[in-house]
């Protein structure tokens, strides 16, 4: 079962993705340059009797739903039209209207012609093309205006805030403008014959501190409790699609690519964040926990992308309202909800497909919908292959504004993972059987009725997640809000392993007892069943009151309440946990654990602007749990100085407890890890944060350094499998440096991270399963023109450390007679024994380059976004893990190299309406 569960993660990697259709190039926003032709195709009926001349043109435009631009003084208001033109495209109508003045025309797109003197009409037209983005999000701007100034000229941009606009050759001003936002003029842009000039404008928000809580449910860019912490790091929808993704854009791997963040290897999306194990983030959806948030073995993260608004993410030093974990925050906010139409996102792939709608059923209610599922088992099954495999995962979202002062939602998250595979065959009674563990061939033809006996197995995993979480936030004025929030989380595991033996009704004697005997031996040896669950019931409630700008006072406090049940039999008969542990380390054959656990919390934070530039927030956080004799009391604080507007110091220091936590240190990888509590005396997980940074904001360059120390106290480690624990200490320090450089065609991104971290348990002290000396992502995306999107990801860093293993070889004796050494099948010590020197030793350098490139097509309100990725373009063979092999030949031991992604294509669309 186990190999058959490594051979599902490798062949889903393997599998190629598919464009279905292309699509023609034709935009449907007046913005996009067009053909004549198009125009062309437009056919009127006109009759025109002295009619002026602005009225003529209204009327062409009015048959032919053709915008036309010009100045107010071009059409002279003297001039009448007379004709009858039956079946005319619009330029033919126009060339008999203007036929005998100085006034051309411009085909400037579908649905736009510009009219300007004939003079101009001949001189040498080229294109400007780009985006418009918010500055703060990099979110693109919809309907934002571009205008040429001292022309007719101007435009707006589509859904994705691109623009596209000819016009003729020279130096221009251009300004751009949207609501809620910071008007930009760019000077002296120089438009070149028949060449493209491509701009990015980002337009800064006006309103950049909002009021202490907006019932109409928008948020700003950095929640207001994470504005004032250093190393908080916001990820938008819209970024994920920047950066190139296996099958689909993944939350967790694009936050792979941040300073701080890395992953134990390509196959999981497990986070490893400043030396902190995965169990030591906080992982919330719409505020609820999610415990296991990963699909297929941890190659995908378990939230669909199009769901999420923003994921707001703080490596440390975060607020009081958080705890519970020592490492990190990763708070999921998702999609409010469409206020003005229903909108849609789909993507499709040869792996996989989602779709995602928003909406309102009314002014005041609000809705959001969305699915994904795999199809791992249909292409397999497809080219001859079995892989009994697939996930699939629902979200739901209502959301009621019942007045000014109060918004309610509630959202219901569902994944399901399912692994299913079965095996029978039929054979003769055993007197006949030349080998009764393999099917033959045709043999079952042969065997006559009611003889001989059949084979059956069932092996399965199913594995879910099922949130459902309830929110009020409430307004008692414009100083003073209140937020309650009540959820549940269940986590449920079934594993099956089943082995029947059943013999025919006429079987002979000999072919029931061997039936018998292997049914008994498989329900002592082989059938495996397990009942795994977690469920977590939680409620909380949140004040917060700014008595006067530059005061905010939040407090608040919560209950949990949280069972644990793990049940299995005759496991690890059928799972080896060399390379791949399943639950925690020294997991036993047989186990039965069962834990209802209560735990309390308070916490009290006061935001304060001592001056325009500096800003403190001291913090308090309280918590008692039933299953420990401690209270804890966690002390917080976070400042932050603004040196000039372009220029800002932050620090913070902070304690962290964590209850509850796994026991994984020995696998390369690992699979549904569960949780443990630190019960009675023993010391709760602790760890103590110290982090400065520095950051700096130019027009077009971004930098960032941080500093951290990071001291754990209390950490568990299984030492056998009742489970028994003993607890340790480590320390993770090291320094990260951010640059971003922005342009109207190039975007880069370089980020750095040095970083030590290491444990200590039992006096002997090791560099951790999660350290990396140097780390090295540079990223970067270009526009190519036409919608078309080029992105990179490089790659860099140093081997983790791991742990040699033991090798043991056969002895052997002298053979006197033949003067020979004859190995026997007796093992008398380790040939090599590392049992002291873990992590010792270190993988190769890592390294890997990723390639994407996308285009977007606007048509009839749809956006159609057809992409090609290449992951490990160069087909780097980094280094899974080492397996040594005994060449039978040379009796020798020999090292395997287990390699991780190989190269991979990926081939897809994405649809938006």
């Known amino acids: 079962m186990m190999n058959i569960g490594i051979k599902i993660i490798f062949f889903s990697l393997f599998t190629l993705l598919f464009l279905q259709s292309a699509y023609a190039q034709i935009l449907k926003s007046p913005i996009t340059n067009i053909s004549a032709q198009k125009i062309a195709e437009n056919k009127i009926t006109l009759v025109l009797e002295q009619t002026p001349l602005r ?56 649905n736009q012609i510009v009219l300007t003197r004939k003079s101009t009409i001949k001189r040498t037209f080229g294109t400007i093309q780009g985006k418009i983005v918010n500055r703060t999000t990099e979110d693109a701007l919809w309907n934002a205006n571009l205008e040429i100034l001292g022309s007719s000229f101007g435009t707006a941009t589509d859904r994705g805030g691109f623009f596209s606009l000819k016009i003729p050759v020279g130096r221009y001003d251009i300004r751009v403008s949207n609501i809620g936002f910071e008007q930009v003029t760019r000077q002296e842009v120089r438009v070149a014959a028949d060449r493209t000039t491509y701009l990015t404008f980002r337009l800064q ?56 963040v890395s992953s134990p290897n390509d196959i999981s999306t497990e986070l490893y964040i400043r030396g902190g194990d995965p169990d030591q983030n906080l992982v919330l959806l719409d505020g609820a926990i999610v415990y296991n948030p990963f699909h297929l073995f941890g190659l995908a993260s378990a939230f669909n992308s199009d769901i999420i608004e923003q994921a707001n993410v703080s490596l440390g030093g975060f607020s009081a309202r958080y705890g519970d974990r020592l490492s990190s925050v990763i708070d999921i906010q998702t999609l409010t909800g469409s206020t003005t139409e229903t909108r849609g996102f789909a993507n499709f792939s040869f792996v996989s497909s989602k779709f995602t709608a928003d909406g309102r059923f009314s002014s005041r209610v609000k809705w959001l919908v969305s699915g994904r599922r795999t199809y791992h088992d249909v292409v397999a099954s497809a080219i001859g292959r079995n892989v009994p495999y697939f996930f699939y995962d629902l979200y739901g979202k209502l959301i009621f504004q019942s007045g000014k002062r109060d918004l309610f939602y509630v959202s219901s998250f569902f994944s399901r993972d399912t692994f299913s595979q079965k095996d029978s065959y039929r054979k003769p009674n055993i007197e006949d059987t030349q ?153 036993p054959n047989d186990f039965s654990y069962k834990r209802n656990l209560q735990q309390w919390f308070f916490y009290a934070e006061d935001s304060w602007n001592l001056s325009p530039q500096l800003q403190i927030r001291p913090g308090l956080r309280v918590e008692k749990r039933d299953y420990n004799d401690q209270w804890t009391l966690a002390p917080r604080f976070n400042l932050s100085y603004d040196l000039n507007p372009s220029l800002n110091l932050k620090a913070a220091y902070g304690q962290f407890y964590q209850g ?13 890890p569960v949780i443990f509590p630190t019960e009675g005396a023993s010391p709760i997980e ?23 120390y990071k001291k754990l106290s209390g950490l568990l480690r299984a030492v056998n499998g009742i489970p028994e624990f003993e607890h340790g200490s480590g320390k993770a320090y090291g320094l990260e440096l951010g640059i971003r450089k922005l342009g109207d065609r190039l975007n880069l991104e370089m980020n750095y991270a040095l970083s030590y971290t290491k444990r200590k348990f039992g006096g002997n002290e090791y560099f951790g399963r999660n350290d990396q000396r140097h780390s090295l992502t540079t990223m970067g995306k ?47 010590s380790p040939t090599v024994d590392f049992s002291n020197t873990r992590n010792q030793v270190r993988y190769p350098v890592y390294h890997r380059l990723d390639l994407g490139l996308i285009k977007r097509i606007q048509k009839h309100g749809w956006a159609i976004l057809p992409y090609v990725q290449l992951l490990n373009a160069y087909f780097r063979k980094n280094v899974l893990y080492f397996d040594w092999q005994r060449n039978n030949t040379t009796q020798r031991f020999e090292r395997k190299t287990i390699s991780m992604l190989p190269i991979i294509p990926t081939l897809g669309v994405s649809l938006e309406f």
């Open 55 to 110: 009225e003529a043109i209204t009327e062409v435009a009015r048959l032919s739903g053709v915008e036309f631009v010009f100045s107010d003084d071009l059409l002279d208001g003297n001039v009448t039209v007379s004709l009858e033109l039956t079946d005319r495209s619009v330029p033919e109508v126009l060339d008999q209207i203007l036929k005998e003045l100085d006034i051309g025309y411009v085909v400037q797109s579908r």
């Open 782 to 828: 270009y526009h190519l023109g036409r919608n078309w999107e080029f992105n990179f990801r490089w790659v860099l860093a140093s081997g983790r450390p791991f742990t040699a293993k033991t090798i043991l070889t056969p002895e052997t004796i002298f053979d006197p007679v033949t003067g020979q050494f004859i190995i026997t099948d007796f093992v008398n």
């Open 435 to 587: 080998d009764i563990f393999f099917e033959t061939p045709g043999e079952a033809a042969d065997i006559p009725a009611g003889e001989g006996f059949t084979f059956n197995s069932k092996e399965s995993f199913i594995w879910d997640n099922l949130n459902v979480t309830g929110h009020w936030l409430h307004e008692f004025s414009e100083n003073s809000t209140l937020e309650l929030q009540a959820s549940q989380s269940r986590s449920p595991l079934d594993v099956l392993a089943q082995t029947l033996w059943t013999a025919a009704s006429n079987a002979s004697q000999a072919t029931r007892q061997f039936v018998e005997e292997r049914n008994t031996q498989e329900a002592r040896l082989s059938n495996t069943f397990s009942d795994v669950s977690i469920l977590d019931r939680s409620s909380r409630l949140d004040w917060t009151y700014s008595p006067h700008a530059g005061h905010r006072f939040s407090a608040g406090g919560g209950y949990r309440y949280l069972r644990l049940n793990y049940s299995w039999e005759t496991l690890f008969n059928e799972l080896d946990q060399e390379e791949l542990v399943v639950f925690f380390d020294e997991a």
């Open 660 to 672: 509850i936590s796994t026991s994984l240190e020995n696998a390369v990888l690992t699979f549904l």
């Open 205 to 260: 928000p006006t309103v950049v501190q909002l009021p202490a809580v907006s019932v109409s449910g928008t948020r700003s860019t950095v929640p207001e409790h994470m504005q004032i912490e250093p190393s908080v790091l916001t990820i938008r929808r819209s970024q994920l699609t920047s950066i190139p993704f296996l099958a689909e854009p993944d939350l967790f791997r694009a936050l792979q690519t941040m300073p701080g």
């Open 686 to 708: 602790k760890a103590d944060h110290f982090i400065a940074g520095v950051s700096f904001k130019g027009r077009n360059w971004q930098f960032s350094t941080d500093l951290y």
